[in-house]
């Protein structure tokens, strides 16, 4: 994404697979999986753990046995299609999604002389960052209360934070760019900005339900645990060795432990180790209802990887606690539905070395389904048109280009 504002180093990109003809031209002993997202690097793999890895998925055929009480196995075969139609990597072409792949081959090839520059930019993470604080540092209407976002990025990015302190012109230059209609990315500042808004207020609604325990999976420059932490509630911030020691030095640094409560820092890689032993060392209590959140995860995953997280969480979840992620709309990520946007975000990402893999059906019946796999019913799931509604009523939906990007969607799951 355009950063003409900064001159701070950018970390190298992890290669990962790549999506549609793209695959072919990165090699496949480099595959990781990361989650970009804001201020997160944790690695998580199509297993959950190396001594813990169910069949791959793959689309079932017709069962051929008669019996009517289904074996185990043909059970974990449906489901795996039925995993499989609700979130996959969009490939396929079909007349519908026609256009779309055509121009992903042809126009984005004219389009990334535009953005080749975006490698040069900040990571993700430093980028989502940014974003984050940027409606506040300006004063737009209902900006969201993440008030410690900002000392994080002065801390990581001081010339940068400069920059947004002052209001610089040069600030709202680059955002007009990252934003422009058809060649930018209309509507991610403000994505990012509902976004930390609904994961704040579903926080704040579970500890009012009862919930005890949260778990931050891939927590990087969360900071929820510091700015919604309870009495009797609990935080588990879990990310890479490299990425959680940082993490502590930067809260040690920035927040005095007397002022900010403390969260229990796990560093774990989920691709070699299992949710479950990863919190086993620490006081985590699996009787005990826990909300689980995914920010900006899911879709840098691949299906696999996916569907393996969501197994893990359901494991040590006990009856009543959450999960919470925002998606990738399917229709989007594979082409049936036409969004500029989000193809200069998926090149621009692509850039620096990340893939969007994921997309889910994006339908509440297919949201409500993918759920129940795992043991979950659907507790809220919102589209980018009720995040406007609810979070930015100052503006009215459908407006060009779009306030939030609209190919982003977003569900709560209670555990049955």
């Known amino acids: 994404m355009p950063d003409i504002t900064t001159g701070d180093s950018m970390e190298p990109g ?6 549609s003809d793209a695959i072919s031209m990165i090699r496949s002993d480099k595959l990781k999986a990361i989650s970009g997202k804001a201020g997160s690097d944790i690695s998580v793999t199509a297993k959950c753990s190396a001594a813990a890895t169910p069949e791959p998925l793959s689309p079932a055929g017709p069962l051929e046995h008669t019996d009517e009480t289904p074996s185990p196995k043909s059970t974990e075969a449906d489901e795996a299609a039925e995993f499989h139609q609700i979130c996959h990597q969009g490939w396929a072409w079909s007349w519908a999604n026609l256009r ?13 002389v535009y ?19 940027l409606p506040r540092d300006f004063d737009e209407p209902h900006h969201n209360a993440d008030h410690l976002a900002a000392k994080f990025r002065n801390a990581i990015m001081p010339a940068r934070g ?4 002052q209001r610089s012109r040069l600030i709202k230059i680059n955002r007009w760019f990252l934003e422009m209609p058809f060649l930018g990315i209309p509507g991610i500042v403000r ?5 930390t808004q609904w994961f704040d207020e579903a926080m704040e609604q579970a500890f009012d339900d009862g919930i005890q325990q949260v778990v931050v999976i891939a927590a990087g420059y969360d900071t929820r645990a510091y700015r919604l932490s309870r009495p009797g ?3 588990y911030e879990i990310d890479l060795p490299h990425a959680s020691k940082n993490k502590q030095e930067l809260v040690r640094s920035l927040l005095p432990a007397d002022k900010y409560p403390r969260p229990e820092f796990v560093a774990a890689d989920l691709s070699k ?14 009787t005990k209802t826990t909300l689980f959140t995914a920010e900006g995860l899911l879709y840098y995953l691949p299906p696999a990887a996916v569907q393996q997280l969501l197994t893990c969480v359901s494991t040590i979840s006990a009856p009543g606690s959450r999960v919470m992620f925002d998606f990738l709309n399917l229709s989007t990520l594979s082409g049936e539905a036409w969004n ?4 200069t975000l998926m090149l621009s990402v692509w850039n620096k070395g990340e893939v969007m893999y994921s997309g889910i059906d994006e339908r509440p019946e297919a949201v409500e389904k993918l759920l129940r796999l795992f043991g979950f019913h659907t507790h809220e799931v919102l589209s980018a048109r009720d995040m406007v509604k609810r979070y930015m009523p100052h503006v009215q939906w459908g407006t060009h280009p779009p306030t939030v990007s609209p190919y982003f969607s977003y569900v709560c799951g209670e555990k049955l």
């Not at 400069?162 to 302190?165: E, I, Q, S, V, Y």
Request: glycine share 2%; net charge positive.
């Open 162 to 165: 400069k920059l947004h302190d």
């Open 100 to 112: 779309v792949k055509i121009y992903r081959f042809t126009i984005l090839i004219i389009k990334q």
């Open 233 to 235: 509630v609990k935080f």
């Open 191 to 195: 994505f990012i900005d509902v976004r």
């Open 115 to 133: 953005l080749i520059f975006m490698t040069l930019s900040l990571p993700t993470n430093h980028l989502m960052l940014t974003f984050r604080t």
């Open 14 to 19: 992890m290669t990962l697979w790549s999506q």
């Open 273 to 286: 180790v299992k949710l479950a032993d990863a919190l086993a060392a620490t006081s985590f209590d699996p």
């Open 340 to 343: 500029p946007g989000f193809e």
